[in-house]
């Protein structure tokens, strides 16, 4: 479904705001412009930008073509920028963009890896961005990436991702398609399903000691455990 009706309907039956995404994968820049006005129109102002996986060979065939008419996120962004002086959107209707990263990156241990993840985020940070969400992390490494990110000028609030893993077989699927580095005694470490959400759990109230208050919670359809996280980090103990 569209995640900007998604965004719409959730906001509308909860009257919580919402956040949702573009990838410069699944638009052209007119689709693009469309959501936007859409968006704006309905009064949805915050949004995230990420570049997308691209779509395997065999997606390509039974699902879409990948599109990048803007050629990643740091362009994306700049135009919405863009796109908001054209549509002549005053200061309290401008969009709040989140744009994305992933700390896990640490895990590879390789400098020029890292400084070119560095030298993306200052791309979106000059681009407009006002935020950054990142993909799932495991542990406090995230903290040294945030550090990392801070001695390179990075100055946007980071919102950290949180993704409960079912076990370590489901933590194999999860790097291997969305390319994200799980460490190897975490992955072992999960006995059960309930393991992961409880370690989720511990982990957010780690980061929040360390001065973490923003987050990006994957329910994984499992609404309950965004509630159980929510009660972690309010009571600051797990129940």
């Known amino acids: 479904m569209n995640p900007l009706h998604v965004a719409i309907r ?15 994968r699944d638009y052209n820049k007119n689709a693009i412009a469309g959501i936007l006005l ?20 065999e997606e390509t065939l039974a699902v879409a073509r990948n599109v990048y008419d803007f050629v990643d996120s740091v362009e994306m962004i700049r135009g919405i920028r863009h796109f908001e002086n054209e549509f002549n959107l005053n200061s309290s209707q401008r969009f709040f963009v989140a744009a994305g990263t992933d ?9 020029i890896k890292l400084e070119k993840e560095m030298s993306r985020l200052l791309g979106r940070q000059d681009a407009g961005a ?40 489901d933590a194999d699927y ?10 190897r005694d975490y992955k072992i470490s999960l006995k059960d399903h309930s393991d992961g959400e409880t370690k989720t759990c511990e982990l957010a109230l780690e980061l929040q000691r360390n001065g973490i208050s ?26």
């Not at 959730?10 to 410069?24: A, M, N, Q, S, W």
């Not at 999860?174 to 460490?183: H, L, N, Q, V």
């Open 10 to 24: 959730i906001r509308d039956l909860t009257g919580v705001e919402t956040l949702f995404h573009l990838t410069p």
């Open 38 to 57: 859409a968006a704006a129109e309905s009064k949805l102002h915050n949004l995230l930008v990420i570049g997308g996986d691209r779509y395997t060979y």
């Open 103 to 111: 700390p896990s990156i640490l895990h590879a241990h390789d400098k």
């Open 130 to 169: 006002d935020a950054v969400q990142t993909q799932p992390v495991f542990d406090l490494s995230c903290l040294e990436f945030i550090d990392h990110a801070r001695e390179h000028g990075i100055k946007l609030p980071f919102m950290l991702g949180l993704l409960p893993l079912r076990s370590e077989s």
């Open 174 to 183: 999860i790097e291997k398609r969305f390319a994200i580095m799980i460490p």
């Open 214 to 239: 923003w987050w990006h919670i994957y329910p994984r359809q499992n609404p309950d455990f965004v509630l159980r996280v929510a009660d972690a980090l309010n009571t600051g103990s797990l129940n």
